[in-house]
């Protein structure tokens, strides 16, 4: 028998459907969720607020990393080892993660501890101690690791981006400085755990091996009381599109030029996301798009390349980044130039953009497999302010997405005389790459003047 | 506790050609992970060609006869699937992840460049750029991780584990196209082969399906086996390394530790998670939160198919010192030494353990590549199963021997990194 020139037929394919998720909203307090999925016996619980950095003062910035990494570390009940051993007797596992946008503190867990470990949770969340002791520790190695990171060429990229990008914004400010975590104290902890999580902006979600109404009753009871808040948050305004700038970061001995770009695109809930995530993912946004090809599979200048789209709540943008070796750098920054402009007057269309359109619908349901997928989704939704019928649609949505609404979108949002530059390298390859960029600004590595939202106008 | 890999879920068969194939149904999921072994990595390589199996790997992407150069990705993510491959010393992994209606297209895939591998001169050349912007930013870009390749080349004698995976420049400069072809017809056999499968799928029609596809595959001939032998250490080795893209001062600290298929394996596997795994851990305890001794650190069994080791890699304050890392981190195993291990803190570790094993077991993806590295490494599909049992029948005592015979003065290698 010869060998097949072409795939086997596709097998029966199963509907995709996003489970059901009842959800109450307790008067003047939470929204509580709860999700069965019973395939595997765990679960994965969460509490979710919107806005975290959003609602950090202004610089000096710190308080959110120094929460983010005390809410383990002991409750009103528990001390810091205690709350260790409760997790590790189950084999469970408790996050705290936080961006501008968001705050999530969630447990995961076999089903057989879920009322022991939703106990804890609740603790960990709403009755942190932030006990000086913690404090001290956690800051010390908060500003070593601030010391460390500016060590890191794709991190120290990225904070510039952003800086250029959003300028004086709140998402165009770096999560910590020295003097802000130098300056946090325990009293700050609390206030800004206060306004973060007000019980009227909460969102307690659970998904997997669980009864879904029992319990989505018994946590309604359970925090029948806690009211206050106010459902809405006074947000900063969008941010404004800024002149493209670029700067060269000389970081002594590097073997490899970090380049990224990026321009300010959309937020959420702006009608062009889904079409300009379209767009991105026939740029950028996978290993068989338009960069990667180009630049490594033709080119070899990178071991990778991605863009991507970030939409938030009060703003978004499109950026990407890679890295090449040094004496590439001018080479690879023509590269770019040439594909990104290749992608602005031959946008994608046709079978190209059916492609990603099915790769993008495909990566979406892929994603929703599994207890902690479902939960990612539909707190992210909820932060988003995106119910579960709308993440149920999106599949649809994309489908019906024409060509003609991608490449506008992409003509509006993926624009790069708009996008600024950012090169991270020894100072033969800046100087080589940015010979044609006489308005360029040239720092060194130690410099932390991205904390200034005002130093590029 | 409910178990979530019911043995009679899976299948195990071998082909004519000497392939051997395990699947594992779970109706539950709508994906079908896919994961392909080949018998072959770093430590298989000669002097003077190290990085050669891993850049081989990047080959396997460049096209077959019925694929073109690029397809292989493209196809996959056209039903949003993912797929990659990684090299380590003791094997080479291709792996994809699909909608469990595509299963034929990921088996179709493997199975035409398993066959029929079409490369070009040109693809060699962009694949070995390509290689040298990884090890740029993996190594040589990246604050520690020359370092991490010098710890490696002081841990072992034996080459084989000794050299980097990704390879030494000057091999990767020298490495050669026409290598390509014969390495494939070498290495790339099904009898050199495991094919594991999870996910919604039909057991008998997939294995007819894999027949078809992988059946007429010739097997190879026989296949040279690398040197293994490790002498032991003699005395201790203490060295430092200068990081000029550094901030912070770092240490690295290891002793030799047996290989898989020791009787002493899961005592070891108990002292990685005693010592490293949750919040509750000894080493994190004692070296992160208590003393705040490191700000990051990392660490446990790195076991392989041969000489393995078992050792730290932690981080510095500004104005702390690693000797403090070191005299902390070895205070904590001579109490392994000299107090048995409660019985309460032993259950923990099976605890995270058998939690762990349920925690993966929702990505079908995961599930494959275990089975296939159970196969290959253990020729044994319920290996994890079984080495958790045997996990749980560790005792104190275990851990007190395995402790005194490894942590000895005369083991110890360590690296000291010095910020620029």
Not at chain 2, 316 to 324: E, I, M, Q
Request: glycine share 8%; aromatic share 6%; net charge negative.
């Amino acid at each position: 028998m010869s060998f097949p020139d072409r795939p086997p037929a596709s097998g029966h394919a199963r509907p995709w459907s996003l489970p059901e998720a009842p959800l109450r909203q307790l008067p003047g307090g939470p929204a509580i969720q709860t999700v069965r999925m019973g395939a595997q016996p765990l679960f994965l619980a969460a509490w979710t607020w919107p806005a975290a950095r959003l609602q950090e003062p202004p610089a000096p910035r710190g308080a959110l990393r120094l929460l983010t990494a005390l809410l383990r570390h002991g409750t009103d009940r528990h001390s810091s080892e205690q709350i260790a051993h409760i997790l590790d007797d189950r084999g469970a596992r408790l996050r705290v993660s936080a961006s501008t946008d968001s705050i999530t503190v969630s447990v995961a867990g076999l089903s057989e501890h879920l009322p022991a470990l939703l106990d804890l949770l609740d603790e960990v969340a709403l009755q942190p101690a932030f006990a000086e002791s913690h404090l001290e520790r956690e800051r010390s190695a908060a500003l070593d690791l601030l010391h460390n990171e500016q060590s890191d060429p794709d991190h120290l990229a990225n904070l510039w981006l952003c800086a250029l990008v959003y300028g004086g914004h709140p998402y165009g400010q770096p999560s910590a400085s020295a003097e802000g975590l130098a300056a946090t104290t325990q009293a700050d902890l609390h206030a800004l755990h206060a306004r973060i999580t007000a019980p009227a902006r909460g969102h307690l979600l659970v998904v997997g091996d669980i009864e879904a109404e029992p319990l989505l009753d018994q946590l309604c009871a359970r925090h029948a009381d806690r009211v206050g808040g106010g459902p809405l948050l006074a947000l900063p305004g969008l941010p404004q599109p800024r002149p493209r700038r670029v700067v060269g970061v000389t970081r002594p001995g590097s073997e490899q030029t970090t380049i990224a770009r990026g321009q300010l695109a959309i937020p959420r809930a702006h009608p062009d996301l889904h079409a300009l995530r379209l767009a991105n993912h026939a740029l950028g946004g996978s290993s068989s798009g338009r960069l990667f090809t180009r630049l490594r599979e033709e080119l070899g200048l990178t071991y990778g390349v991605s863009s991507s789209v970030d939409a938030g709540l009060v703003g978004g943008d499109f950026s990407l980044s890679f890295t090449t070796a040094a004496a590439r750098t001018a080479e690879a920054c023509q590269a770019l130039s040439a594909s990104l402009g290749d992608f602005s007057t031959r946008p994608p269309a046709g079978e190209e953009l059916e492609r990603a359109r099915r790769s993008m619908i495909g990566g979406y349901v892929h994603g929703t497999v599994g207890v902690a997928a479902v939960a990612g989704l539909l707190a992210r939704g909820r932060v988003l302010g995106i119910d579960r019928a709308d993440l149920a649609e999106r599949p649809a949505r994309i489908a019906a997405l024409d060509d003609e609404a991608v490449q506008q979108a992409a003509a509006r949002w993926i624009t790069p005389a708009d996008q600024s530059l950012v090169l991270v390298g020894v100072a033969e390859a800046l100087d080589a790459a940015l010979a044609d960029e006489p308005d360029a600004l040239r720092v060194d590595a130690e410099d932390t003047a991205y904390h200034r939202g005002d130093l590029i106008p | 506790m409910r178990t979530p890999h019911p043995p009679h879920c899976r299948t195990v068969s071998t082909l004519s050609n000497g392939l051997r194939v395990v699947q594992q149904v779970e109706p539950a999921v709508p994906i079908v992970g896919i994961a392909l072994y080949y018998d072959v990595g770093s430590r298989n390589e000669e002097p003077g060609r190290s990085g050669f199996a891993h850049l081989f790997e990047h080959m396997m992407f460049q096209g077959s006869a019925h694929v073109a150069k690029g397809d292989h990705f493209a196809l996959i993510q056209g039903w949003g699937g993912q797929a990659n491959g990684t090299t380590s010393q003791d094997r080479t992994n291709y792996y994809c992840s699909l909608p469990a209606s595509e299963v034929g297209l990921g088996l179709w895939l493997e199975a035409d460049r398993m066959r029929s591998l079409l490369i070009s001169p040109e693809n060699f050349e962009n694949q070995r750029q390509t290689v040298m912007e990884e090890r740029r930013e993996r190594v040589d870009n990246a604050p520690y991780g020359k370092a991490a390749l010098a710890m490696q080349a002081l841990s072992y004698r034996c080459w084989a584990y000794a050299h980097p995976v990704i390879g030494e420049w000057a091999d990767l400069e020298e490495a050669r196209y026409e290598e390509v072809l014969a390495f494939h017809r070498r290495w790339y056999r099904p009898d050199n082969a495991v094919l594991a499968l999870a996910g919604d799928i039909d057991a008998t029609a997939t294995l007819a399906q894999i027949e078809a596809l992988f059946g007429d595959i010739p097997a190879g001939g026989p296949r040279p086996q690398p040197d293994l032998f490790e002498p032991p250490r003699q005395g201790s080795v203490h060295e430092r390394i200068e990081a000029p893209l550094a901030r912070l001062g770092a240490v690295s600290l290891n002793h030799p530790a047996p290989d898989f298929d020791h009787p002493d394996f899961p005592a070891f596997e108990v002292l990685e998670a005693l010592l490293f795994r949750g919040s509750s851990s000894r080493i994190w305890r004692r070296l992160v939160v208590d003393s705040g001794a490191a700000v990051q650190l990392s660490g446990g069994y790195e076991c392989h198919r041969g000489p393995s080791a078992f050792g730290l890699f932690g981080l510095a304050p500004r104005g702390g010192s690693t000797d403090r890392i070191v005299d902390l981190y070895e205070a904590e195993l001579m109490r392994l030494i000299e107090e048995p291990v409660p019985e309460a803190e032993l259950q923990r570790v099976v605890n995270q353990l058998r939690a762990a094993k349920v925690f993966a077991s929702e990505n079908m993806l995961g599930v494959a590549l275990s089975l296939g590295r159970a196969l290959l490494f253990h020729d044994e599909v319920d290996w994890e199963e079984r080495q958790l049992a045997r996990i749980a029948a560790v005792t104190p005592d275990d851990l007190r021997r395995v402790a005194a015979a490894t942590f000895t003065e005369a083991g110890r290698v360590r690296l000291d990194v010095v910020p620029a």
